[in-house]
């Protein structure tokens, strides 16, 4: 089947899918993005996705204008085009085209990149699946709040990881603990789930919001607070959350074996909730 992109204001074929070799986003990484998921046809927290995507432009003075309506009518289609059932769709929208020079000029018109992929989702049922992960310094910037296309360091920390057979990276700063390469990470000890606050630091995934608040909605014991690596390794379960991978399940991290490499029930409860939120929304 041939695959269908949206580039600017054309759908378009995924091979005939260019951008200029002048586009910012190319040259600086001057741009931002998103990926929502699309489960049974339907995209997953389209509203949480356009907020942080203003946040983002508007931290970067990107002058694009969102309009929810038209973004989620190109969204469909290109679900449609793509007979795309389960999976996700990646939007990115870049400074635009320039001549090449640090400073950016005025009046740029953004461009517009968005296409779909096909993905096997992780879910909570008999196949549920636990990964190992391995732990990384994080040298990133200090705005990783914004979603932003610079990621050269989760790159080579992804990389990392998947040379020593993990799924994922878990990032340390001064001996803390803040997120991972592509997801955020979350500890369970003593019935109490830990995960970094949002206010610097780290992205703060939509996926995050969504689980804080069905543990608010379940009152089940919650901690936004930054924890060590000792405290990671001694974590009676660990797992990680993004919109490309739900809730994964970490059974060792480094050569340390977390809750004897075992799904967590916690764990193993709140994909549960998090999927069944999700098969609702239409
Ligand atoms: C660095 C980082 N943290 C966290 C996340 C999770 O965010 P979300 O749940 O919005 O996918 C991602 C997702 O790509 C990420 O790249």
């Known amino acids: 089947m041939h695959r269908v992109a949206y580039v600017n204001n054309s759908f378009v074929p995924m091979d005939k899918a260019f951008v200029s070799i002048e586009d910012r986003g190319l040259q600086f ?17 389209f509203e ?10 508007n931290q970067l003075s990107i002058k694009f204008y969102i309009n929810k309506i038209i973004i989620k009518n190109i969204f469909q289609k290109l679900i449609k085009k793509n007979s795309l059932k389960n999976g996700i ?28 992929q096909k993905k096997t989702f992780n879910l909570p ?12 310094p994080d040298i990133r910037w200090s705005r990783v709040d914004i979603k932003s296309t610079s990621l050269l360091p989760n790159i ?10 993990a799924y994922e990276a878990i990032f340390i700063k001064n ?30 995934g939509i996926t995050r919001l969504k689980i804080i608040e069905i543990i608010k909605k379940n009152k089940l014991k919650f901690k936004e607070k930054t924890f060590t690596l000792k405290q990671l390794y001694d974590a009676d379960e660990v797992f990680i959350t993004s ?15 977390i809750n004897n490499g075992k799904i967590g029930i916690l764990t193993k409860k709140l994909a549960v909730m998090l999927i069944s939120n999700y098969k609702k929304q239409k």
């Open 29 to 45: 990484s001057d741009s931002v993005y998103e990926v929502v998921m699309v489960i049974n046809k339907n995209l997953i927290d």
């Open 156 to 165: 080579l920390a992804s990389t990392y990881a998947l040379k020593n057979k």
């Open 243 to 257: 919109s490309g991978s739900l809730i994964t399940p970490i059974n060792k991290i480094d050569n340390k074996k």
């Open 89 to 116: 769709l990646y939007l990115q929208i870049t400074r635009g085209v320039q001549p090449r020079e640090h400073a950016y000029k005025k009046n740029l018109k953004p461009t517009f990149i968005c296409y779909t």
């Open 125 to 136: 049922n008999n196949n549920f699946k636990s990964y190992k992960a391995v732990t990384y």
């Open 175 to 204: 001996n803390k603990i803040t997120e991972a390469a592509h997801s955020n990470v979350w500890i369970i000890k003593n019935n109490t789930i830990y995960t970094h606050p949002a206010k610097s630091r780290i992205l703060n």
């Open 48 to 57: 949480h996705h356009i907020k942080r995507l203003e946040f983002s432009l």
